[in-house]
């Protein structure tokens, strides 16, 4: 099977973690994959800030700043609805004492989230997986953010029971599958 | 009324760019990405040094005798998660295990408000112990030293912080590495 290639000069990274050294490591992690320095912040404020005025084409966010919670960058970002910046793909990485955030990062926005601790291998799959997907963006008032059903193909019809679909951990995504199902069959 | 749902099919930039051609492919992306960690490795063994060190002038200063306060325990989480960051991306299992543990312990006397010391204490003594031995503490000897921490940790009954988590494909689907 061929390997998969990512063309990432050029892309223009914002990380945001409140440990300078992690930063670090991260950043030589993402040179090695040929991308440029990444943008360092290490609080929510000064991401505010730098969005304000720059663009990213992908933002790395630890799961909790100093200042902020993670969750209210990623809902500052998806709610900037006259900025493009709103669809950047976001990565957020939990330190392990920020697992209990992990499912709240998810539902804020964020497009992937990573456990730490992270290594080349799990970090550049994240990226080539925010790279080469379609993901539909959902406004949702509530939810803003890319679409938390991860499976883009419906399963075929009659292929669920409602009760065992409720019991689904995807917030109704399969509920959601299945009325979509039911909408084509009529149309 | 229910808020409608507006959705967007957009073409973010970074599909645009590493769509380019040239680039790297996977595993050499990610080979090179190891041998750039791996210069670090000295300088992540020190910053692991510095933070137990920081760790140990904690239980030190206690605010009274044998009793940590809230701040203190939030410090020592902090500080700790940085070294279980450190460990695991350094292979440095053993390290990792046990700031894994201290974190559980720390988290779990935050949550049930208490502030003795010596689980902490205990902990922050064998980290040091295995950061300074290295290679040479034979594999027994960190069984032996996890085993005791996991002792605390159950008489305690402190749960797990990871307990509960979403596993990894909950957070990331399939990922797609056909070419």
Redesign the interface.
């Given at each position: 099977m061929a390997q998969p290639r990512l063309n990432l000069k050029n892309v223009t990274t914002l990380l945001v973690d409140s440990d300078p050294f992690t930063r670090g490591l991260v950043a030589h992690m993402l040179r090695g994959f040929g991308m440029d320095s990444p943008t360092q912040c290490e609080t929510g404020s000064q991401a505010r800030h730098y969005l304000e005025n720059h663009y990213a084409d992908l933002c790395i966010f630890e799961a909790a700043q100093p200042d902020m919670p993670g969750t209210e960058l990623i809902k500052w970002v998806r709610r900037q609805e006259n900025s493009p910046f709103r669809f950047v793909p976001i990565i957020v990485m939990s330190g392990y004492t920020q697992l209990r955030l992990i499912s709240t990062a998810r539902d804020s926005g964020a497009n992937i989230v990573i456990k730490k601790p992270i290594s080349p291998q799990n970090i550049f799959d994240r990226i080539m997986w925010a790279a080469r997907t379609t993901r539909p963006f959902l406004d949702a008032g509530e939810y803003v953010g890319p679409d938390r059903r991860f499976k883009t193909v419906a399963p075929p019809n009659g292929q669920y029971r409602r009760q065992s679909d409720r019991a689904a951990p995807r917030g109704g995504a399969v509920e959601n599958l299945q009325r979509t199902n039911a909408a084509a069959e009529r149309s | 009324m229910?808020?409608p749902?507006?959705?967007?099919?957009?073409?973010?930039?970074?599909?645009e760019?590493?769509?380019?051609?040239?680039?790297?492919?996977?595993?050499?992306?990610?080979e090179?990405?190891?041998?750039?960690?791996e210069?670090?490795r000295g300088?992540?063994t020190l910053?692991i040094a510095r933070s137990i060190g920081e760790l140990e002038k904690i239980v030190a200063a206690p605010a009274a005798a044998a009793k940590l306060g809230r701040g203190q325990l939030t410090s020592v989480?902090?500080v700790?998660?940085?070294i279980?960051?450190?460990?695991?991306?350094f292979d440095l299992t053993g390290l990792?295990v046990a700031?894994?543990s201290l974190?559980d312990v720390a988290?779990g006397l935050l949550n049930r408000g208490m502030d003795d010391l010596e689980p902490v204490a205990v902990h922050v003594q064998a980290l040091r112990l295995m950061a300074s031995s290295g290679a040479a503490l034979p594999p027994e000897g960190v069984a032996t030293i996890l085993g005791e921490l996991a002792k605390v940790v159950a008489h305690f009954n402190f749960t797990p912080?990871?307990a509960g988590?979403?596993a990894?494909d909950?957070?990331?689907?399939?990922?797609?590495?056909?070419?």
């Open positions: - | 229910s808020t749902i507006r959705t967007f099919f957009p073409r973010t930039r970074l599909s760019l590493a769509a380019r051609a040239g680039g790297m492919p996977r595993d050499l992306a990610i090179s990405a190891k041998a750039s960690l210069t670090m300088e992540s910053e989480l902090r700790t998660d940085q279980v960051s450190l460990a695991g991306m990792d700031a894994r974190c988290d912080i990871g988590v979403p990894d909950e957070l990331c689907p399939a990922l797609p590495l056909a070419g």
